[in-house]
T-cell receptor, first 111, second 116 residues
Framework: EDQVTQSPEALRLQEGESSSLNCSYT??????LFWYRQDPGKGPEFLFT???AGEEKEKERLKATLTKKESFLHITAPKPEDSATYLC????????????FGQGTRLTINP | ETGVTQTPRHLVMGMTNKKSLKCEQH?????MYWYKQSAKKPLELMFV???????ENNSVPSRFSPECPNSSHLFLHLHTLQPEDSALYLC???????????????FGAGTRLSVL
């Protein structure tokens, strides 16, 4: 069974304090790993897709990396507007293109 | 705006009511999904429609009944719900990809459902 575990469950940082969020996964055959951001009262917003180990993608202060067992979302010099819940999900080959999500990391950036 | 619109945004219903959730996508996609998001639990896939055909029913109770009349619209019909069904119901859409590139699912803002 495909599974995703995210850590920590919650993270509180000061503005400008860099850190990383972890996503560990087990999947029968990885088609893609996804990162989403979710603000309170809204649906998840797509950030990145990673396909194979060693791949990296960047967007503003965020950088996502992928190994064969886990993915990291690195946040460099965060700002208060980066506060949100960050969700990781995997998609396996075959099946109905469904996403299996982790529980998310709730990130708070204090000014 | 993600191009996926859900209505209503909030819904309160009694256990004997019948209601429907609506989702509409303006992205030209051909696959649509219903997810359930409960407090302290990961998003759970409920149903997948691909090219208007249901291809996944993730062991969802029969009190939830999906309908996909065309590639732009998706409904979730609700009847005789239980209080534990209270959650955020999210709709998503994607382009069905036959090649290596994993499809990207775009989500609506969700319907917050409370069952009394």
């Amino acid at each position: 069974e495909d599974q995703v575990t995210q850590s920590p469950e919650a993270l509180r940082l000061q503005e400008g304090e860099s850190s990383s969020l972890n996503c560990s996964y087990t999947v029968s055959g990885l088609r893609g790993l996804f990162w989403y951001r979710q603000d309170p009262g809204k649906g998840p917003e797509f950030l990145f897709t990673l396909y194979s180990a060693g791949e990296e993608k960047e967007k503003e202060r965020l950088k996502a990396t992928l190994t064969k067992k886990e993915s990291f979302l690195h946040i460099t010099a965060p700002k208060p507007e980066d506060s949100a819940t960050y969700l990781c999900a995997v998609q396996a080959w075959g099946g109905a293109q469904k996403l299996v999500f982790g529980q998310g990391t709730r990130l708070t950036i204090n000014p | 705006e993600t191009g996926v619109t859900q209505t209503p945004r909030h819904l309160v219903m009694g256990m004997t009511n019948k209601k429907s959730l609506k989702c509409e996508q303006h992205l030209g996609h051909n696959a649509m999904y219903w997810y359930k998001q409960s407090a302290k639990k990961p998003l759970e896939l409920m149903f997948v429609y691909s090219l208007e055909e249901r291809v996944e029913n993730n062991s969802v109770p029969s009190r939830f009944s999906p309908e996909c009349p065309n590639s732009s619209h998706l409904f979730l019909h609700l009847h005789t719900l239980q209080p534990e069904d209270s959650a955020l119901y999210l709709c998503a859409s994607s382009r069905k990809q036959a090649n290596r590139d994993a499809n990207i699912q775009y989500f609506g803002a969700g319907t917050r459902l409370s069952v009394l």
